[in-house]
């Protein structure tokens, strides 16, 4: 078995029809994963969709209502930029208790990975950019709220800035939010982060991996968080259809580690969440994720991990 667990749900995979969105390829990293013998069926946990009061923890009630009773505006819809129905809904849901297990398995494990989720364009009261709710920013709140938790920080290495988790944690002193993405991208307008790192057309692994590193020191030095959830998009892949980063694999899997070895040798447990993705070979983002589920157990093994308020 891995050291540590994979959160699935096969209500992830929504059938978007010819979508940019490859909803398809959290049932291929599963299947990947298992074919190459990487992973167990022992090793997958399946997730629960959350109820009412979690998802308000980061989004309002009028919105958590609007998506139980599907009174959305067809503003609303359009700005959601995919079809909106129940299974949509419950869809996202699952995610938002994915990566709320996902944390809590970190907490025991050091990492745990969730297949889905990091869907950080949603904010408090309406969803975008493909993203309904929050997965990230209900996570934090629901194992602050039980006490798991006190500080966490997010790592978006997404292509696109964390403009939701950004808007709901802002003025946050318990949530440092770390964004490293494409400046001339979505979202056209970009709340502040606690850090951002802008990057232009066509950076390179050399100057995207430099840059993380050392944002990632100066984050580290200022916030000592119990928890980093990471947001490990593939969209930053140079053959990404919604991007314009040039990454590379190994420029990828550097990244990963650079995030992963950060994260636990400060005593911060580490949730995966896997984000963007839309390479013009749908294989090619199962590629880089699977490989972020790879190197998170090479780190972990590495690295090892013990909580600060055990050090």
Same mark, same amino acid.
């Given at each position: ?23 398809q ?18 090793d997958?946990?399946?997730p629960?969709? *959350? ?7 980061? =989004?309002? *009630? ?10 959305? &505006?067809a ?11 129940? %299974? ?19 907490? @025991? ?6 297949l ?16 309904v ?10 194992? @602050? ?7 966490a920080m ?10 939701? #988790?950004?808007a709901?944690? &802002? %003025?946050?002193?318990s ?6 993405h @494409? ?14 790192? =802008? ?7 050399s ?23 990471? #947001?490990?998009?593939?969209? *930053?892949?140079? @053959?990404?259809?919604l991007?314009?980063? &040039? ?28 984000? /963007? ?12 994720? #699977? ?11 590495n690295v /090892? ?7």
């Amino acid at each position: 078995m891995l050291p540590f667990r994979l959160v699935y749900h096969p209500g992830y995979g929504l059938d978007l029809g010819a979508h940019v969105f490859p909803a398809q390829k959290y049932r291929l990293i599963r299947e990947r994963l298992l074919k190459e013998g990487f992973a167990e069926e022992e090793d997958f946990v399946e997730p629960a969709s *959350p109820g009412d009061e979690e998802l308000q923890f980061a =989004h309002s *009630p009028e919105w958590i209502g609007s998506l139980k009773a599907g009174t959305l &505006s067809a503003p609303d819809i359009a700005r959601l930029e995919i079809p909106f129905s129940p %299974g949509t809904v419950e869809a996202f849901r699952l995610a938002a208790g994915g990566t709320t297990v996902a944390g809590r398995l970190a907490l @025991q494990h050091g990492v745990a990975v969730n297949l889905g989720g990091g869907f950080l364009h949603a904010f408090r009261g309406h969803g975008e950019g493909f993203c309904v709710i929050n997965d990230v920013a209900v996570a934090i709140r629901t194992l @602050q709220h039980d006490g798991s938790i006190r500080t966490a920080m997010v790592v978006n290495c997404d292509v696109h800035q964390g403009n939701g #988790v950004a808007a709901i944690f &802002s %003025g946050d002193d318990s949530v440092f939010t770390f964004s490293i993405h @494409q400046f001339n991208n979505y979202p056209r307008i970009k709340p502040r982060s606690s850090a951002d790192i =802008h990057l232009r057309d066509g950076t390179d692994d050399s100057e995207y991996c430099s840059r993380l590193e050392a944002g990632l020191g100066l984050a580290f030095a200022r916030f000592h968080p119990d928890l980093v959830v990471y #947001v490990a998009g593939a969209d *930053p892949f140079y @053959q990404d259809r919604l991007g314009g980063l &040039s990454l590379t694999f190994d420029g990828l899997r550097k990244r990963d580690r650079l995030v992963l070895e950060a994260a636990l040798r400060h005593g911060a447990a580490a949730a995966v969440t896997l984000g /963007g993705g839309y390479a013009i070979q749908v294989e090619d983002t199962v590629t880089v994720h #699977v490989n972020t589920v790879k190197v998170a157990k090479l780190v972990l093994e590495n690295v /090892g991990w013990r909580r600060r308020d055990d050090a």
